[in-house]
């Protein structure tokens, strides 16, 4: 069994390193392979990678928890509704049964979460990050220079904090440049799946395609730099804000990053080694 990535701790991998299981989870995706990325040791809710065989079925009872899922390459069909790549469907829990299948198989990301709160006019939810606008909504004391597409429905754009009572999952797009040289922290947890790009951040190191950050309440992360911009899911389970704190020598720690290396350079996840020529300009 898979070691627990448990969301009430600090949590920096590469999804990609990650050994495919058999293991807990939906039931709709019972006996699949999957990677576990992230467990709510309370509620049971996970974060999962699930590995889907061509010509599968199967059915969503509505009746455990809300199950969102994202198409990373392949296809699924939802009540005879297909989606291919970049395809989202949100199955609420409210006892109506959804027929699921993939033709010639899928890998997708999971979001099963107990105690989420749900509308009273929850429905079937099918979209794509193709359909959806990109949005521009600023948390006070971050930086311009990200744009995001809303996955989840009763997303709040605007105020001092975003997501509404439901969280959010949102695809985040950080521009080339990208700069915040200050800590910060939310009240709730939160993790992001990167697909793209890179950032270098100063508890954790070198982010790229196929990272997992995971932030527990309470945990101060940052500065960050992003040379060639980066592109992830964002999520959360309550409405999330932010808390900053200037950190010493963060505007070094994060220039020093952009205009050192090479712009040739494919970016690597990569620990704390990736800080050593930076990490003398802080604190």
């Not at 005879?80 to 959804?98: D, F, R, T, W």
């Not at 009273?120 to 099918?126: I, N, T």
Request: glycine share 10%; net charge negative; with cysteine.
């Amino acid at each position: 069994m898979a070691k627990s990535r448990r969301r009430d701790e600090p949590q920096f991998f590469n999804i990609f390193g990650l050994e495919w299981e058999v293991g807990p989870g939906p039931r709709t995706f019972a006996a699949l392979e999957r990677r576990e990325l992230s467990r709510d040791a309370e509620s049971d809710s996970a974060t999962l990678m699930v590995r889907i065989p061509p010509a599968w079925k199967s059915v969503d009872l509505g009746d455990e928890a809300t199950t969102e899922i994202f198409v990373l390459e392949g296809d699924l069909v939802v009540n005879g509704e297909a989606v291919g790549c970049g395809g989202y469907i949100s199955l609420p829990p409210i006892g109506v049964a959804n027929a699921l299948e993939s033709r010639c198989g899928a890998q997708v990301l999971v979001w099963h979460s107990h105690r989420l709160p749900v509308a009273p006019e929850a429905a079937l939810r099918v979209t794509s990050i193709w359909a959806e606008p990109w949005q521009e909504g600023r948390l006070k004391g971050l930086p311009y220079g990200r744009l995001f597409k809303v996955l989840r429905a009763n997303d709040v754009l605007e105020g001092p904090v975003q997501g509404g009572e439901a969280g959010f999952l949102r695809l985040n797009q950080w521009l080339p440049g990208y700069v915040a040289p200050n800590e910060h922290r939310h009240e709730v947890w939160e993790e992001l799946i990167f697909l793209h790009g890179d950032w270098l951040t100063l508890e954790r190191g070198q982010v790229a395609a196929g990272s997992y950050l995971g932030n527990p309440p309470g945990w101060w992360h940052g500065p960050l730099a992003s040379r060639f911009g980066a592109l992830a899911f964002v999520h959360s389970n309550r409405a999330l804000g932010v808390e900053l704190r200037d950190i010493e020598g963060g505007v070094a720690f994060s220039e020093s990053y952009l205009r050192s290396g090479s712009l040739l350079d494919r970016p690597e996840h990569q620990g704390a080694t990736a800080l050593e020529p930076f990490i003398d300009l802080v604190r």
